[in-house]
């Protein structure tokens, strides 16, 4: 069995981020007994991107956007996400992927 440090006391914001900067919390921790966490409201960070689409896939989307009542943007968002975990044979989440 592994012997941990002992986490020493930092003062300032700046200890902290500096001792991090660094530090190996296995080391400090045992993280084999940590408790599995999950973050269902957190939200993943987005990044803007171009893409060209022919008018009349765009134009469809649109349709199938608007049967659903919700923004065509995040129609594509759902599409990509079912194509993605169709084509890695993930299983399909519950809820949109907006």
């Known amino acids: 069995m592994k012997k941990h440090k ?19 919390s296995s080391t400090l921790l045992d993280w084999s007994k940590a408790p599995v966490s999950f973050f269902p409201q957190l939200k993943p960070s987005s990044k ?11 134009e469809t989307i649109k349709v199938l956007a608007n049967r659903q009542d919700i923004p065509y943007q995040s129609m594509l968002k759902i599409l990509l996400a ?11 989440k519950k809820g949109r992927a907006a």
Do not use: N, Y
């Open 6 to 24: 002992k986490m020493r006391q930092l003062k300032t914001e700046t200890d902290v981020q500096d001792f991090w900067a660094t530090a190996d």
């Open 48 to 58: 803007t991107i171009s893409i060209r689409l022919p008018e009349s896939l765009l």
């Open 82 to 92: 079912e194509k993605v975990q169709e084509s890695f044979g993930m299983k399909k």
